[in-house]
Nanobody, 121 residues
Framework: QVQLVESGGGLVQAGASLRLSCSASGRTFSNYAMGWFRQPPGKEREFVAAISWSGSTKYHGDSVKGRFTISRVNAKNTVYLQMNSLKPEDTAVYYC??????????????WGQGTQVTVSS
């Protein structure tokens, strides 16, 4: 079992920045890829970013490329999502996930409870 806890969400104005954190426990964190997904109101869950087990390879979705950056610190069992230049369309519940290196939600075995990010215009 793996437990994931996200934090760092909140209400911000357009153009602001936020950093989300996801702390993992229960299994060797450094052996697996990590991902961030989001689910806007009334829409399906969508891929945001993924990072390989070592942190050497990263992949960001087209809608966030150039604005969001995923990173991880294996010594702290934590993955981060730095979000800059936030837009109202970034409003969603953000989830971290633990599993395979993929943009497909089905490739992840464990999920956090989510953290709400709301961007006002």
């Amino acid at each position: 079992q793996v437990q994931l806890v996200e934090s760092g969400g909140g209400l911000v104005q357009a153009g602001a920045s936020l950093r989300l954190s996801c702390s993992a426990s229960g299994r060797t964190f450094s052996n697996y890829a990590m991902g961030w997904f989001r689910q806007p109101p009334g829409k399906e869950r969508e891929f945001v970013a993924a990072i390989s087990w070592s942190g050497s390879t990263k992949y960001h979705g087209d809608s966030v490329k150039g604005r969001f950056t995923i990173s991880r610190v294996n010594a702290k069992n934590t993955v981060y999502l730095q979000m800059n230049s936030l837009k109202p369309e970034d409003t969603a519940v953000y989830y971290c996930a633990y599993g395979t290196w993929t943009s497909d939600p089905g490739g992840y075995d464990y999920w956090g409870q989510g953290t709400q990010v709301t961007v006002s215009s």
